[in-house]
């Protein structure tokens, strides 16, 4: 634990070297020999539940994911005709996430990720653009570093809004630019770098009543937000029930328990989707609306499988755990004498220290893994459901320790 992963190929060859890599490698190896090989590759790997881990907005799938992902592994959502239960399934996770996030009759596609599905989002503004010159598309500084390569991919012009003491955009700069009327304008409910929730109940309805779309990037907030009020947390909406609010991107391979690639792009009029349709060049199979051609199928069924399991009260304790244990690790600073950076919106904290970058790496040394927010300077915690009350105080602890150690 904590040590940097090898990287050159002698390192990474292991003890046979590069050359005695290849000749193997040529030949073949028995199953046996690969599954140590694979051990030994993950040598160094944390573990979600060794309690050392505290910079993951992932986590550890949940039941019955493990199952339903190892029994379906050959599925494949480029091929429909193969296997029809995939746009199935596709419809009726569409309807969950979409009942979760206030719009039950909501269109939907399964992507990767949040980066994929920010990236459709941004890709059908362009195709619905019909004035001259490129849409332009409303960001703020808090958008995850996904958007800054779709509009290197896109052709968009990106408009960059400043953020408010709270790391949210700065809603009097947002609604300034939303008077030039942009072709998309898109908020954030969940930052991941501060879990910021941004002001979408007042921005979305205004930029409706200005005629401009609202895409909401919910990959943080999408499991969390929805109880949030109800747990003792208000915080602006994420989805659906906020007017203007046309496209949401979730992960349900974030706080949704679903394994890696798991995120979904909902729209609320299914007719939305129309401009992401690209026909394929066979007879009979289906148009893509995705990015990605062939992909697993196995996360789409463990994705369900787990959104079945857990239903919406399932995710309601999930949620009430998170904020308890984040209650818990701000007690917890508090009485080690250290500092929060920021009043927390949802499931990260930070603290403030002198040289985090310092922190970070002196942590890494007792074996944990927290992050730092270079743009805000502060240590990044993100609390998760893999994490109990023990390794929380055990981390904080040893957090204390280790800002002493810099500051010595
Ligand atoms: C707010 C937000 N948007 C987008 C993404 C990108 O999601 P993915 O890594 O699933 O592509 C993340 C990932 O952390 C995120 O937190």
């Not at 050359?19 to 160094?44: K, M, N, S, Y």
């Not at 039950?104 to 989002?121: F, H, K, M, Q, Y």
């Not at 304008?185 to 941004?198: F, I, N, P, Y």
């Not at 109880?227 to 949704?256: C, I, M, N, Q, R």
């Amino acid at each position: 634990m904590g040590r940097r992963a090898p990287v050159t190929a002698a390192e990474a060859s292991g003890p046979a070297g590069p050359d005695g890599f290849h000749r193997a490698w040529r030949a073949g190896l028995p199953t046996e020999q690969v599954l140590d090989e694979i051990r030994e590759l993950r040598a160094d790997d944390h573990d979600y539940a060794d309690g050392t881990v505290f910079n993951s907005i992932c986590s550890e799938p949940l039941d019955p994911a493990r199952q339903v992902f190892a029994e379906h592994l050959a599925t494949n959502m480029g091929d429909h005709r193969i296997f029809p239960s995939l746009p199935r399934a596709t419809v009726l996770v569409t309807r969950m996430l979409g009942d979760l996030l206030g719009a039950p009759d909501a269109g939907g596609v399964p992507t990767s990720g949040a980066t994929e599905a920010n990236l459709l989002a941004v890709l059908a503004a362009v195709r619905r653009h019909t004035g001259s010159g490129r849409p332009r598309v409303l960001l703020a500084r808090n958008a995850h570093f996904s958007f800054e390569k779709i509009v290197a991919l896109l052709p968009v012009e990106p408009v960059w809004v400043p953020l408010d003491d709270r790391y949210r955009a700065e809603p009097a700069a947002y609604r300034e630019a939303l008077a030039d009327r942009p072709a998309l304008a898109v908020l954030t409910s969940g930052t991941s770098e501060c879990g910021a929730v941004d002001a979408i109940d007042t921005l979305a309805p205004h930029a409706a009543s200005l005629g401009v779309p609202v895409h909401v990037d919910g990959a943080t907030g999408g499991f969390l937000v929805p109880f949030a009020g109800e747990l003792g947390h208000p915080l602006p909406s994420t989805g659906f029930t906020t007017e203007g609010v046309v496209s949401v991107s979730v992960d349900p391979h974030k706080y949704g328990g679903a394994p890696i690639p798991s995120g979904h792009l909902l729209v609320r009029d299914p007719a939305w989707l129309d401009p992401l349709r690209s026909p394929s060049h066979y007879r009979g199979a289906a148009d893509h609306f995705g990015l990605l051609g062939t992909r697993p199928g196995a996360a789409l069924l463990a994705t369900y499988a787990v959104l079945r399991r857990q239903g919406r009260a399932g995710y309601r304790a999930d949620a009430a755990e998170v904020f308890r244990l984040r209650e818990l690790t701000l007690e917890l600073l508090a009485r080690a004498g250290l500092r929060s950076a920021f009043p927390p919106e949802l499931m990260v904290v930070g603290v403030a220290c002198p040289d985090p970058e310092a922190v970070q790496t002196a942590m890494e040394r007792r074996g944990f893994v927290v992050s730092v927010s270079r743009r805000f300077g502060f240590v990044r915690l993100v609390v998760h459901l893999h994490q109990t009350e023990r390794q929380l105080a055990r981390l904080v602890d040893e957090l204390a320790a280790a800002v002493e150690e810099v500051a010595r």
